[in-house]
């Protein structure tokens, strides 16, 4: 595990994941890696095609970066147990993602841990499959 | 009587009032071609006809398992070396980390077959004359005509991303003839694959399963991209524990989608 500038992004190395096309290609995220983040919600949007997060993350500088973070549709988020106020503005997170290729600070979601502890994940898009049970 | 210095005037308006008379003429419009009846008519609803085979009236989802993924089909056919240029560019990109044309990203329609195997289900409703089919991405329509229409004459024709689909009933299968697609440079048929106004795809669609499941065999030719016909099967899984919503590209989703406006993009 490599600890980068911030401090507060980490980065780890992971095998490749299928992606799935959703509203955009997937390939522009390097599923080889995976980056955690720290920080605040700045908005959390419920909404088709994309939910997504916008994090506020403390740099080095004492100011914040803001990390976009992408997940799946409220269709899937559902059946892994999130709901459209889940998380809110002000709330402290910790999410990993897995990195865009060109650095920039954004990225698809793979988990998220709430204050509390608990971690929220995706569901495979699998509709119509066991595994979508 | 017209006074002599009056005359000449008055024969310019006689002139051009003729002049604007027999344009008139020539700019009459020809007869609007006779109307069909909509899929949704009554009349057209009841008319007599055997009864299909089956029903797949349901929400389907493109079956991601397997070699196959969410592509279309791995076995691309010979490119033209118009298509070729795409691919190479696309092949090109992938090599370098990189994400060639995402028009889908940008909001474009994805078009037949792509809309198909989005991360979301198709709707389909099926009644006697069409079935209507809704993806759950972009809530983009597809609607197959069933009641014996022909395809619209090609000098009425509105070319859409999703193309004209007319279907008819053969056995245990319904096959279905989509052509008059748009001709736009930001329409694909697969990733660095591009689809012209000459697409034609042949989809020939089976319940199987119990009815839990379509097989969809694809013939897609295509003379501008591709050398001869492109062929593939897909399955579709029946969904029923899930309803289609509105799902928009708005025009401020990539706003906040900060990879859609990364240097990952080629456009």
């Known amino acids: 595990m490599r600890k980068s500038v911030s401090g507060l992004v980490w980065v780890l190395v992971f095998l490749v994941i299928a992606p799935a096309f959703a509203h955009h290609s997937p390939a522009a995220f390097d599923r080889t890696k995976r980056v955690t983040i720290e920080g605040t919600v700045k908005e959390f949007r419920w909404q088709n095609p994309h939910t997504w997060i916008e994090v506020n993350v403390p740099d080095e500088k004492g100011g914040t970066v803001l990390w976009g973070v992408e997940l799946t549709s409220p269709t899937y988020l559902i059946r892994a147990g999130w709901k459209s106020n889940t998380i809110k503005a002000g709330d402290k997170v910790t999410v990993v993602v897995n990195p865009v290729r060109t650095g920039e600070p954004a990225g698809i979601f793979v988990s998220l841990t709430l204050a509390d502890g608990r971690v929220l994940t995706e569901r495979p898009a699998r509709l119509g499959t066991p595994e979508s049970k | 009587m017209i006074r002599p210095a009056v005359r000449p005037l008055a024969a310019s308006l006689v002139f051009v009032a003729g002049a604007l008379a027999g344009a008139g003429s020539a700019w009459a419009q020809e007869p609007a071609p006779e109307r069909r009846l909509s899929a949704l008519a009554p009349v057209n609803l009841a008319e007599a006809r055997p009864a299909a085979p089956f029903n797949l009236t349901g929400n389907w989802f493109i079956d991601n398992r397997g070699n196959q993924g969410w592509l279309f089909n791995r076995t691309y056919p010979t490119l033209t070396p118009a298509a070729q240029v795409h691919f190479d560019a696309f092949q090109a990109a992938a090599a370098e980390g ?169 456009r």
Request: hydrophobic residues 40%.
């Open chain 2, 98 to 266: 990189k994400v060639y044309r995402d028009d889908i990203g940008q909001c474009w329609p994805p078009g037949v077959p792509i809309i198909m195997t989005r991360v979301w289900p198709v709707a389909m409703i099926q009644l006697p004359t069409a079935v209507y089919m809704i993806s759950g991405f972009m809530n983009s329509l597809r609607t197959v005509f069933l009641d014996g229409r022909s395809h619209t004459d090609p000098d009425l024709v509105v070319r859409t991303f999703n193309g004209e689909s007319i279907g008819h009933w053969e056995g245990d299968t319904l096959v279905v003839d989509t052509r008059n697609f748009i001709d736009s440079e930001h329409r694909w048929v697969d990733q660095g694959v591009p689809g012209s106004g000459e697409l034609r795809i042949i989809e020939r669609i089976r319940m199987i399963d119990d009815g839990q499941a379509l097989e969809i065999a694809y013939t897609m030719t295509d003379p501008v991209n591709w050398v001869g016909e492109w062929t593939g099967t897909r399955r579709w899984n029946r969904v029923d524990d899930i309803d289609i919503e509105e799902v928009e590209c708005l025009p401020d989703l990539n706003d906040h989608l900060q990879s859609m406006s990364s240097k990952v993009h080629v």
